[in-house]
């Protein structure tokens, strides 16, 4: 049989194919495949041993061999592989379809060892992979064109060949460039044409960039260069049948702090024009009233004209005018939005430079106080802001959160803790003082910072409290009735009527003492008699004005009746010292008695004038008169009554109220101490005398004081050298100088005499 193969392309193709059937007899039947043709389909780009296909051929009845497979022909470059026991066939290599597009295998089935074989035909269709771009016949060309040639001449046939197949191998082609609008380029034909004219391009040259891409996935391009030159040179009188055209941004931005000059924008325009027809000039017709910028009108550069501030304006819309000088002259305008970019250049600002709140002590923490808020003109990150508590006083004691600006307590508040006086408002108040910053997250980051004045609100949480536990109080029996004996002072830490104290007495007292509710002052409401009552004991009650829940406390109150002074047991007193002893030296020690009990008898001792330069001082218990420090008996003898300046008076005083005293003078007599040397008068003593002076003659006089006393001053003068032949006698006590020897001024005209105070 003869068979023929027909494709359906425009040109069709065909071959023929001759087959020689074989009939055989039943007896010798071979294993027959279960299909006469097979048809397998592979990627050429399938990797080597990849499986294609397989194939079955079934034993016939009462056989006893096994099926083998083998290919027998087709292959004879051994592109494939057959499992003998499967049928399975593989590639051994990988395949090329532009080399051979399918490949006809002839496959037998053997049954043991048979002679007859049974066959197959076995299409394997190699499937197209996209692996071969379209390539151009040549890699450039070059034409020529007219400008008086029309809108839709053909000027070039580009024309590319790609060895895929189907999709993979159809070929469209396109310009590549954007340089011009002038050309245009049949997809499937690849014709470029000349789409408008070019008569008034002033361009003498165009390049264009042509692909040619195949439909496969993904496409593959080829590009090829085409050059197109004028063959003519053609003068063309231009007219002016152009407007200028914005080619520039009509959006700029400029950060507010750039200086003045600053370049914001270029402001380009383009006239295809020749000549004056396409000279540009550009001006600013509205938008820039407050002059922020100046527009050069040849350049078209625009730079600030003076600062700008964002704050203030944010945006600019400029009506710029770009103008030809043809004639008629023709022009174009644009709005220019010029968007000022934020610089950190504005503080955050409070909306209150004092903020004053108040809240209530004992409140468990978290407690909202109060919200600050601060603003910042800047934008973006330069307007965030977060806040927080400065350091200070107190500022642990609450917490704030940093972007709400919200403030509540961190710790149980204690108005009475944090207590001050404020003189101007001659009350006692609770309070705080904080600091509170506010920064933007600006870099560099700004700041601002306002005082919170809190006040405390009270709670009657204090009970009043007595400046003393026990007051004692001594009193002299001739009071009159009405006398003020004791003010009495409670204190309460709390404010308001929760602070305010009021006194009462209770107890008996008699009927002899009455208190003032609101100053405390305890006065007598009868006249005493020591001796009919020496002492009264009665409590005292101080209490707040609460209108909820009043506090008190009491005190206890003893009253003594004073009317003995303390007595001194000498009016006058006689004591002595050693010059140079160390401070706190005792002197002496006095004692006073008082009849009286109680702080009435307590007798406590002080010197009471003499002791100017705090030489002395006295222990005010015991009565203990001592040194302050170092004496100098040479400065001050004694302290004496005829030396009143120096005359000590010591004073006695009880502790009763009021305090009864009396007094003594002590005279201090400072003992002398052998401390300062015999100093003569003169260190020198010049002294004239004949050798004619007779024996026994007296010729002078020395002398020398001491300031010491007694025998520590008695001085006794002695010649230590100077009189080796013995013409002179010094009388030791009196210091007088007698000649003993007849002098003789050849023999000595001069003696030099060391003489000895002791």
Not at 91 to 115: C, F, H, I, N, Y
Not at 232 to 238: F, R
Not at 277 to 297: C, H, K, M, P, R
């Amino acid at each position: 049989l003869t068979v023929s193969a027909c494709d359906g392309g425009g040109l069709p193709s065909a071959t023929n194919a001759a087959i020689t059937v074989n009939v055989l007899q039943p007896s010798s039947a071979p294993a027959m495949f279960e299909s006469a043709r097979y048809a397998f389909s592979v990627p050429e780009d399938a990797p080597e041993d990849s499986v294609v296909g397989t194939v079955k051929a079934r034993d016939p009845p009462n056989s006893l061999g096994a099926v083998s497979y083998r290919i027998s022909s087709g292959d004879p470059q051994g592109r494939f592989s057959i499992d003998p026991r499967r049928g399975t066939i593989r590639s051994r290599r990988q395949l090329d379809r532009e080399s051979q597009s399918a490949v006809v295998l002839t496959v037998q089935s053997q049954l043991g060892d048979s002679p007859v074989c049974g066959s197959t035909r076995v299409v394997v269709s190699v499937v197209d992979v996209n692996d071969n771009p379209p390539v151009f016949l040549s890699g450039s060309d070059r034409v020529t064109v007219s400008r008086t040639q029309l809108p839709g001449t053909a000027l070039y046939v580009a024309h590319a060949e790609d060895e895929d197949g189907g999709l993979n191998g159809a070929i469209k082609y396109s310009i590549a460039s954007e340089q011009t609008d002038a050309f245009s380029i049949d997809p499937a034909l690849g014709v470029v044409s000349l789409s408008r004219a070019v008569l008034a391009d002033e361009q003498q040259e165009y390049t264009l960039h042509i692909a040619a891409e195949d439909g496969g996935t993904p496409p593959l391009t080829a590009l090829l260069v085409l050059t197109d030159s004028l063959a003519a040179k053609i003068v063309i009188v231009d007219v002016n049948d152009n407007s200028p055209s914005f080619v520039s941004s009509p959006l700029a931005c400029v950060r507010e702090d750039v200086e003045v000059g600053f370049l914001v924008h270029c402001i380009t325009a383009e006239d295809p024009d020749e000549g004056g027809n396409g000279q540009v000039t550009y001006s600013i017709v509205s938008g820039n009233e407050d002059e922020a910028f100046v527009l050069d009108n040849l350049t078209g550069l625009l730079t600030t004209a003076r600062l700008l501030d964002r704050e203030l304006q944010e945006h600019y819309s400029l009506t710029v005018v770009a103008l030809d000088e043809g004639s008629p002259a023709l022009s174009a305008t644009q709005v220019l939005t010029i968007t000022v970019l934020d610089v950190n250049d504005e503080t955050p600002m409070f909306l209150k430079d004092l903020y004053e709140t108040a809240v209530p002590e004992n409140r468990d923490p978290g407690e909202f106080v109060i919200k600050v808020e601060a603003v910042d003109r800047d934008a973006g990150l330069n307007s965030l802001l977060q806040y927080e508590i400065l350091p200070g006083p107190g500022y642990e004691r609450f917490r704030m959160t940093p972007e709400s600006g919200e403030l509540v307590t961190a710790a149980s508040l204690d108005r009475e803790a944090q207590e001050i006086f404020l003189i101007k408002d001659r009350e006692h108040v609770s309070n705080f003082t904080l600091t509170i910053e506010c920064r933007d997250l600006g870099s560099p980051s700004r700041s601002s910072t306002t005082q919170l004045y809190l006040t405390v609100l009270d709670e009657n949480d204090h009970d009043p409290l007595f400046a003393k536990a026990w007051y004692q109080v001594s009193v002299r029996e001739d009071l009159e009735e009405g006398s003020t004996i004791l003010r009495l002072f409670a204190s309460d830490g709390d404010g308001g009527l929760d602070g305010e104290v009021t006194y009462s007495l209770i107890d008996s007292t008699f009927g002899a003492f009455a208190v003032d509710s609101a100053t405390g002052t305890v006065v007598t409401t009868k006249t005493l008699d020591r001796e009919t009552r020496s002492q009264y004991t009665f409590r005292a009650v101080a209490s707040d004005c609460s209108t909820r829940l009043p506090r008190s406390t009491t005190a206890s109150v003893v009253v003594d009746v004073n009317d003995h002074a303390p007595q001194f047991e000498q009016s006058c007193y006689r004591a002595s010292v050693w010059e140079g002893q160390s401070p706190k030296t005792e002197v002496l020690q006095v004692f006073a008695s008082d009849r009286d009990s109680g702080r009435n008898g307590e007798t406590q001792y002080s010197i009471l004038h003499g002791n100017e330069n705090a030489a002395f001082v006295m222990d005010p218990a015991q009565g203990i008169l001592a040194t302050n420090s170092v004496l100098d008996r040479e400065k001050t003898a004694s302290y004496r009554e005829t030396a009143p300046a120096h005359r000590l008076v010591l004073l006695a005083s009880d502790r009763g109220t009021p305090a009864l005293n009396s007094t003594a003078t002590v005279l201090v007599t400072v003992l002398d101490v052998n401390d300062n040397p015999p100093a003569f008068s003169s260190p020198e003593h010049h002294i004239r005398v004949k050798e004619s002076t007779p024996v026994g003659s007296h010729i002078a006089d020395v002398s020398a004081g001491d300031c010491d006393a007694g025998a520590n001053a008695e001085i006794s003068y002695a010649i230590i050298s100077g009189d080796d032949r013995g013409h002179f006698r010094l009388d030791a006590r009196t210091g007088s100088l007698d000649l003993v020897r007849t002098l003789d001024y050849e023999d000595a005209a001069e003696f030099t005499l060391i003489i000895r105070a002791t």
